[in-house]
């Protein structure tokens, strides 16, 4: 830890959402669904870890000449070690990027999230943090005041529960308030010397930041894949999907990698 300072982490972003609908297949096609993982902590530096890192990539694939959908994981949040590159948010790919820290910026937003908080800071140098960014939004801005809220995530049409919800930033000082997670699924920022919070496991949420650089931040929360058929079920499926409905849809909800065949 250098520079003689306790600077706080910013948010994880979530990672990236993309509704796919409307798909036409016959039967006898294979879906090959991949869970990616949520951000680890990295425990390479004894104090408390490094800059966050990224979360791992979901991917639909399938017979039959479909495109391979891929969704990326969330960027991590920056944080006070130094080189003074790691306050910055990390982007990564069609994700949301994570919050910065101090008076850096966040990661910047995919074509499937939006970008992490940018923090600022006052006289008073509270090095307040800023959110990482959600599916429906970007991460809020850090102030002397708090840190930033992780940007709220996206509601599925199909049963309008919300995922990937960004990680809120955490804070140096008791004076101010950690930033909440984003709906749904995103961790909040730990208060002062406390670690962040993990984001909720299966829903793409960020983890929250740590209260400083001594403290870890949350990790994140792992992938999930809903698939929805349209008045029809499928004829298979590995990997133990929870199996529900909504309307006229039958739902398989998986949070661990698997197949579904047509």
């Not at 990236?16 to 297949?25: C, I, K, P, S």
């Not at 639909?60 to 990326?72: D, E, K, L, Q, R």
């Not at 600022?120 to 307040?128: I, N, Q, R, S, V």
């Not at 840190?147 to 000082?173: D, E, K």
Request: no cysteine.
């Amino acid at each position: 830890r250098g520079g003689g300072y306790q600077v706080p982490s910013g948010g994880g972003g979530a990672g990236g959402y993309a509704a796919v609908g409307n798909v036409a297949a016959g039967r006898g096609i294979v879906f090959t669904l991949t869970i990616g993982a949520g951000a680890a902590v990295d425990t390479s530096l004894a104090n408390g870890g490094g800059r966050g890192v990224n979360g791992g990539d979901t991917v639909i694939a399938a017979t039959g000449g479909f495109s391979t959908v891929t969704m990326n994981g969330g960027g991590g949040g920056g944080t006070g070690i130094n080189p003074a590159a790691n306050l910055t948010g990390r982007a990564n790919g069609n994700a949301s990027g994570g919050g910065g820290a101090y008076v850096s910026a966040g990661g910047a937003g995919g074509a499937n999230g939006n970008a992490g908080g940018q923090s600022t800071d006052g006289a008073e140098h509270l090095y307040p943090t800023s959110g990482g960014g959600g599916a429906g939004a970007a991460g809020a801005n850090g102030t002397n005041a708090g840190s930033g809220a992780g940007g709220v995530g996206l509601a599925w049409a199909v049963n309008s529960v919300y995922y990937a919800g960004g990680g809120g930033g955490g804070t140096y000082t008791t004076s101010q308030t950690p930033g909440a997670g984003g709906n749904r699924g995103g961790g909040a920022g730990g208060l002062r010397n406390a670690g962040g919070s993990a984001g909720t496991a299966n829903t793409g949420g960020g983890g929250g930041g740590g209260g400083t650089n001594s403290a870890h931040y949350g990790t994140g929360g792992s992938g999930v894949i809903v698939m929805a058929l349209l008045s029809t079920t499928a004829t298979g499926t590995t990997g133990s999907p929870t199996v529900g409905s909504s309307g006229s849809y039958t739902t398989y909800a998986f949070t661990s990698s698997g197949t579904l065949t047509l």
